[in-house]
């Protein structure tokens, strides 16, 4: 089955500092996507960022970045300069096939609480 | 204007009733999903359609039906609400089958008495 694995329920970083969240998953598939979502108290789901496996470069958006360890399974996120609104759920996910033919079906983690200390 | 959209936002019923959720993507795709969202914080998926047609269905008891009038429109059945229903359901869009990003709606947060 396939697993994904956030291992800090909670965390805190002060504002304009830089925070890493951890996510490991587990697949014997080669070709897969992974993402990041925001989920802040509005409850709104926000994709954050995506990865491919095939590609070797990390992703980036803006303050966001990720460190992809394929062989290692890794998946982390950095989040840099960080902000007052920052402060939310984070959900690392992985992108599997899914139970009907042809289909696909986002793999959750439990999530990361990030809060920011002003 | 609003990609993913769903209502009610909120629903508060009793148990044994019968309620729906609806959802609605004017993003032009083709897949929807629906997921459910546990107090722990837990997302699973339950359904989804790719033009209309079922093509996941996980575990989910028979109570659950959903329905997809068109591409554009995926809603959940409930029947005989139970107390363990109490989540929030979230529906979701992609383009295609294949690994799209899928796009949020902003939950459904149902609370049955």
């Known amino acids: 089955a396939q697993t994904v694995t956030q291992s800090q329920p909670e965390m805190s970083v002060q504002e304009a500092e830089t925070v890493t969240l951890s996510c490991t998953y587990d697949?014997?598939?080669?070709?897969?996507?992974l993402f990041w979502y925001k989920q802040p108290p509005s409850r709104q789901m926000i994709l954050v960022i995506r990865?491919?496996?095939?590609?070797?470069q990390n992703a980036t958006e803006n303050r966001f970045s990720v460190n992809f360890q394929k062989a290692a399974k890794s998946f982390s996120l950095k989040i840099s300069d960080s902000q007052l609104g920052d402060t939310a759920m984070y959900f690392c996910?992985?992108?599997?096939?899914?139970?009907?033919?042809?289909?696909?079906?986002?793999?959750f983690g439990k999530g990361t609480k990030l809060s920011v200390i002003p | 204007d609003t990609a993913v959209s769903q209502t009610p936002k909120y629903l508060v019923t009793q148990m044994g009733n019968d309620k729906s959720i609806k959802c609605e993507q004017n993003l032009g795709h083709d897949t929807m999903y629906w997921y459910k969202q546990d107090s722990k914080k837990f997302l699973k998926i339950m359904f989804s359609y790719n033009n209309k047609e079922l093509i996941i269905n996980e575990t989910v008891p028979n109570r659950f039906s959903p329905k997809s009038p068109d591409k554009a429109h995926l809603n959940l059945h409930i029947n005989s609400l139970e107390l363990g229903d109490s989540a929030v359901y979230f529906c979701?869009?992609?383009?295609?089958?294949?690994?799209?990003?899928?796009?949020f709606g902003p939950g459904t947060r149902l609370t049955v008495l």
């Open positions: 697949t014997s598939e080669s070709n897969y996507y």
């Open positions: 990865q491919e496996a095939y590609k070797q």
């Open positions: 979701a869009s992609s383009q295609g089958r294949s690994m799209g990003t899928q796009y």
């Open positions: 996910a992985f992108m599997t096939r899914g139970s009907g033919a042809g289909s696909y079906q986002l793999t």
